[in-house]
């Protein structure tokens, strides 16, 4: 059995080490998401042979701590360890540009942006919807000048999709259980496991890709969908085991949105509940850590996008209006699992394929 390097990294808090971190401490640029100490009080001795004590091998350790990371073979770990000085380097570039948004290191740091892509991302380029379905209706209510739907208690906590292209399932579970808790008092947490195990037939993939909308008319014509508890999810294609007695929440329809319309989306986000949007995600976007982000690379046609999120609220900051977006790559990712991206400009196609479900509880 090849020996596997611990990478997770005890800390001696003494005096000695407390003064020998403070050379080590980031600037902004270099990372403020690492913690300000020396992991090499004590480490794994296989570490300090392989990759030694400098700047780089320090900010991986400090990295490796934070997130648990382990590796199979030297040979793995040197080669980790050079994707995340490459990744590291773009990042401390990318903060000195004075963009409105800032990036940092996170659990994603030691992987290509191909393994990142292929194993977060939804790979699969699908239709906007499943189907005809009604038309988001203009009212003339007025619109709240910012919203947070976080604030009405009706957002459901950030989930981790793990090293799964679900996100599809977890943009949809996360509007139902929006719709769900805003129709009863009642908070509730889905199962994005029987959606990727059950709705194959609705031209969704599993762990390779799907899109909310199919999500929403597979849990339509299915009677409902269970609970996270009595269907747990496995970050992994399984079997169908759908159990209609356990079945929480129900669909009764969905909504769409005049696809690249943004003030249709913010009608829609400002006045009935958080909507299903897709994106394209770039490089510098797995990332990202706070501000308004924005991309002059990013597309937002149907066939470029790649990522399904929730949008939660808008606004405006420093004066650059946003959409605020929940994510679902974990609360360490971002700003506690959420994001904001430019409104206005349809960036990233955050308006091409925007849906929201009608639920009824069960």
Known sequence: MAHRIPLTVVFLFSAACASSAASLAPSEDDNPNLPNTNPFSSTDPAFLQALGTSFYATR?????????KS???????????????????????????????????????DLTWEEFRASWLGGTSLNCSAGLKPK????????????????????????????????????ATGAIEAAFTQLTGKAISLSEQQLIDCSLKYNNFGCSGGFPSQAFQYVKDNGGI???????YLA??????????NVRAKVIGSVNITQGDED????????????????DVVPDFRFYKKGVFSSDTCGSSPDDLN???????YGVEDGIPYWLIKNSWGKKWGDNGFFKIESGKN??????????PNVAAA
């Open 60 to 68: 991986f350790a400090l990295f490796a701590q934070r997130y648990g």
């Open 71 to 109: 590796y199979e073979s030297v040979h793995e770990l040197r080669r980790r360890f050079g994707i995340f000085k490459q990744n590291f380097e773009q990042i401390r570039a990318t903060n000195r540009k004075g963009l409105s948004y800032s990036v940092s290191v996170n659990h994603f740091a």
């Open 136 to 171: 988001h209706i203009l009212n003339k209510k007025k619109l709240p000048k910012e919203k947070d739907w976080r604030k009405d208690g009706i957002v459901s906590h950030v989930k981790n999709q793990g090293d799964c292209g679900s996100c599809w399932a977890f943009s």
């Open 226 to 232: 269970e609970a996270e508890k009595t269907y747990p």
């Open 236 to 245: 992994a294609n399984g079997k169908c085991r759908f159990k209609k007695e």
């Open 264 to 279: 249709e989306l913010k009608h829609a986000v400002g006045i009935v509940r958080p909507v299903t949007v897709g994106i």
């Open 307 to 313: 990522h399904a999120v929730l949008v939660v609220g």
């Open 347 to 356: 960036m990233c196609g955050v308006a091409t394929c925007a849906t929201y």
